[in-house]
């Protein structure tokens, strides 16, 4: 049952529920602990393609989407984005590696929709680190999810051709082809519109 501190944290701001429910499946945690560590989170709101970190600075907050949808996304040399990752409702995303090493993102993370988070600041991250029991357990199951979702990222692209890819997306990122323009679509798959205009017509002939 639900300490007073946190049904009184709960009951004022409902927009906390789904990461109460996200941490509590996650690790052991009491009550006054959890009060403590939402004590140092936030909800933040954002408008469609607002970006809610850019490349070129230090990644020092990690979000927990509420509702909505983000974009990962690289620019290269030439200006070109490249969407790599897309994150939905109930998921942690950051740049780790900018988060984990200090260094400056490479990343941007783009709200594709209206779109809410909960922030988790480094200085409540690493109070989770040193005051939760399991503190650290809540931390390598982040980190372990992300690391299962690039590997399995990489193995897709290297041992599917983009039909496969196409067929498991949908997987991956429920009704993401509502969510997401085409071109970030057929970017993720590492694929030109076109080809994907032409997969998703040989999938309805295919339906028919």
């Known amino acids: 049952m639900l300490l ?3 049904l009184r944290m709960v009951n004022n701001n409902s927009k906390l529920r789904p990461i109460i429910g996200a941490v509590r499946q996650m690790i052991s945690i009491s009550d006054d602990e959890l009060a403590e560590f939402l004590k140092g989170c936030s909800v933040r709101t954002c408008q469609r393609r607002e970006f809610l970190s850019s490349p070129g600075k230090v990644c020092n907050e990690v979000y927990f989407v ?3 949808i983000i974009r990962v996304v690289v620019t290269d040399k030439n200006g070109t984005e490249h ?3 897309f994150a939905l409702e109930n998921q942690f995303i950051a740049d780790y590696a900018s988060f984990l090493q200090q260094i400056p993102s490479s990343q941007g993370l783009q709200a594709l929709e209206p779109t809410e ?3 988790l600041p480094r200085s409540i991250i690493e109070w989770g680190y040193g005051h939760l029991t399991e503190g650290d357990k809540l931390g390598r199951l982040v980190a372990e999810y992300y690391f299962i979702y690039l590997d399995n990222r990489i193995k897709n692209m290297y041992s599917h ?4 890819r196409y ?3 949908t997987s991956i990122f429920p009704n993401i082809h509502n969510r997401a323009p ?3 679509i057929a970017s993720y798959l590492g694929i030109t519109p076109v080809h994907l205009s032409r997969l998703k017509k040989a999938q309805k002939v295919q339906k028919v």
Do not use: F
């Open 4 to 6: 007073p501190s946190v």
């Open 66 to 68: 509420n509702k909505g």
């Open 83 to 85: 969407t790599v990752h």
């Open 117 to 119: 988070v909960v922030v």
């Open 161 to 164: 051709d983009p039909k496969e």
């Open 167 to 169: 067929d498991n997306i």
């Open 182 to 184: 085409q071109h970030m």
